[in-house]
């Protein structure tokens, strides 16, 4: 059992715990948050799942499993994989994602200076905005690379703690915002926070005179990243841009001196159109 717990996302373990600490608030719809946690067991590299891996990753008893299975199948946001006992993602999830989307002009205003951008370095380039302690993209634009494929798509989220566009998200919150954020990381996710304070705690300082964050390699080995927060939504959801290359084409100087201000740059050429 422990090693199907540990293959479980992250986001699904933080809706149990959560479950969990909402035990006494009978505001805490339980039910409710189960079910997005099952949602949230789906992923790329497991695109179908049964009732027995679906308890297996979130600990709930297969009743409760086929309870739920059942109920989001006939609202659309699971389907039944035919001739199996599996379900994958229903078309309903696009649908409930659409209208966050659609009111993010951003997304349309910036998809030029993005694909421009992207092209010259041969990488990409991505605007997110926070999802609890994850940072997910929500508009991408990538060079004809392999490498680019495999690391940006519209929907991926990366940790805040470990990556440049979750710390930029960081350095863009004001000081009690953050202060809360970075609390519930430590509480949360404290071995992410061991291994990446210390680049959370320089980047927070570079950012202040260089306005944007860097990653040269400290999550995974062959990438890179700079980014730098934008605005806000009129719902106050703080946007964040990062451009990704590979560490292979460019050294921490080329981020620091060259990429990392051609991203600060195609911000500045946003803003009078936003």
Known sequence: ???????????????????????????????????????????????????????????????????????????????????????????????????????????????????????????????????????????VSRSRSAFSARIADIGLSYPIAATAIGWAYLAACPVTERQALIHEIRLRQPALWAQYEPNIRANLNFYASAGFCANHGELRPEVAAVAAPFDTTPEGRQLIFNCVVPTFRCTREDLVHDIGPRLVNMLRSLRPAH
């Open 1 to 139: 059992m422990s090693s199907n717990k540990n293959q479980t996302p992250p986001s699904v373990r933080r809706v149990l715990a959560e479950d969990a600490d909402f035990g006494g608030d009978r505001q805490f719809a339980t039910t409710l948050a189960r079910g997005l946690a099952l949602l949230k067991c789906f992923t790329p590299a497991r695109p179908t799942l049964s009732n027995r891996e679906l308890s297996e990753q979130t600990g709930l008893p297969k009743a409760t499993i086929s309870r739920l299975t059942y109920t989001l199948c006939a609202l659309g946001y699971l389907r039944n994989v035919p001739d199996s006992q599996r379900y994958a993602l229903g078309s309903a999830v696009v649908s409930l994602a659409y209208p966050l989307l659609a009111n993010i002009g951003l997304r349309q205003a910036a998809r030029a200076p993005m694909h421009e951008l992207s092209a010259s370095v041969r990488g990409s380039v991505s605007l997110a905005i926070r999802d609890r302690l994850d940072m997910v993209f929500i508009e």
